[in-house]
């Protein structure tokens, strides 16, 4: 396949930002956009579905890859949509984990199952483990969920516990609203997801544990407005430890069958691998960079 992107470089002039591909391991298809974005220096960070065959599958190669191209691979906590690697006793039904909206429902009524989610996370952090050797560099969630009130408690308490001394970061999916109407695109989504997720980088830093402090990207998956307009916006605006989270992809059977969003993954790819992304990131000033890149641990971050 033919890149017309650049690899990323890491020049002192250009502001560094985290952009970030979901869903690692949901598909081959989506695996292997998401390795090319990698390669040519357009992704800084990916979220593995850890739960899924696709991790076990692609790790190694990632790994590999990542040895040439250093990226943060992290966990991304799937607690929607798909099978659980647990019984999940009061979260799966039928052997399949709830979708977004009835989980919603459920931790702002306070009725989650706190065993089954906490014995989740567990598991899917033993899958990354595994097959990768070593914690991951960072936590989040499939559909936000990690930052749902009942779970970014469970989340934050299993991370302080179990990496002590080498904490990950973790999304946070709130910043400001002033920051968010500024960029307009996505404001609604913004608005709705920060919401659900207030607090959440606050209760981690309390904890030691670092979050961005602005969460860019979201927008409601339709081509009107293009998605580089998207894009475009998500480079904008205050912020010092700034993450555009991303979904590209190539649409293949095992994704068709896994998961409804098909369209949007592939203009995104398309997009993200094109010269026209190269330009928007030069032009904004900025460039893709791993976490730590963006500052140094502070302990400031409770006031976000």
């Known amino acids: 396949m033919l890149f017309v992107c650049r690899a990323r470089t890491e020049g002192n002039t250009l502001k560094p930002i985290v952009i970030c591909a979901d869903d690692y391991g949901l598909s081959d298809g989506v695996s292997a956009a998401i390795e090319e974005l990698i390669a040519c220096g357009r992704l800084s960070a990916t979220g593995a579905m850890t739960g899924l065959p696709g991790w076990k599958r692609r790790a190694a190669g990632l790994k590999a890859l990542v040895a040439e191209h250093p990226t943060d691979i992290g966990l991304h906590l799937t607690l929607t949509g798909q099978r ?23 931790a702002l009524a306070g009725a989650l199952p706190r065993a089954a989610l906490a014995e989740e996370l567990r598991a899917q952090l033993d899958a990354f483990e595994d097959e990768w050797g070593a914690p991951p560099d960072f936590v989040d969630g499939h559909q936000h969920a990690h930052a749902l009130p009942g779970i970014r408690e469970i989340v934050i308490a299993e991370m302080a516990a179990r990496y002590r001394g080498r904490l990950p970061w973790l999304r946070n999916c709130t910043e400001p609203a002033s920051w968010a109407r500024q960029r307009r695109l996505g404001l609604r989504k913004a608005l709705v997801v920060g919401t659900l997720a207030a607090g959440s980088a606050g209760r981690a830093a309390r904890a030691g544990i670092a979050s961005n402090d602005s969460f860019r990207g979201l927008y409601g998956f339709t081509d009107d407005p293009p998605y580089r307009e998207v894009f475009q916006a998500s480079l904008e605006g205050l912020g010092q430890r700034v ?29 993200l691998s094109s010269g026209e992304c190269g330009e928007d990131l030069e032009r904004a000033g900025v460039r893709p960079a791993r976490f730590r890149e963006t500052g140094p641990r502070p302990g400031s971050l409770a006031g976000h």
């Open 243 to 271: 993450l555009v989270h991303c979904h590209p992809g190539h649409v293949d059977a095992e994704l068709r069958r896994l998961d409804p969003l098909l369209e949007p993954r592939t203009r995104e790819y398309t997009y």
């Open 84 to 106: 659980p690697l647990t019984r999940a006793c009061g979260l799966a039904r039928d052997g399949r984990l709830p979708e977004i909206g009835p989980l919603v429902l459920r």
